[in-house]
């Protein structure tokens, strides 16, 4: 079993930043993929990013609303993974949820953390 905690969402105004952070514990000895993804108000969950990869050599995959605002990286052997957001705007407004799969399929996912962006 795994276990995600997500942490840093909030209120930022429109051109701001972000960090999220989604801390793991448990069997994440063999996770290959890590990743972020958001839920907006009546929307479906849609991907943000995700790395691929274990032991240090990671590759990131960005959605394209996001590529060149958001910045996904592994740390702590795995247990930890930070979204860097940034120029933020109002479309971004969503519940942020950390994500895992194991190489069987497994998917684990945290419980969220809440980001409006407003002025």
């Known amino acids: 079993q795994v276990q995600l905690v997500e942490s840093g969402g909030g209120v930022v105004q429109p051109g701001g930043s972000l960090r999220l952070s989604c801390a793991a514990s448990?069997?994440?000895?063999?996770?290959?993929?890590r990743g972020w993804y958001r839920q907006a108000p009546g929307k479906e969950r849609e991907l943000v990013a995700f790395?691929?990869?274990?032991?240090?050599?990671?590759?990131?995959h960005y959605a394209d609303s996001n590529r060149g605002r958001c910045t996904i990286s592994v740390h702590n052997r795995g247990s930890t993974v930070y979204l860097q957001m940034n120029s933020l705007n109002p479309a971004d407004t969503a519940v942020y949820y950390c994500?895992?799969?194991?190489?069987?399929?497994?998917?684990?996912w945290g419980k969220g953390t809440p980001v409006s962006v407003s002025s």
């Open positions: 790395v691929i990869g274990n032991g240090g050599t990671y590759y990131a």
């Open positions: 448990g069997s994440i000895f063999s996770i290959n993929h």
């Open positions: 994500h895992f799969r194991s190489p069987d399929g497994m998917d684990y």
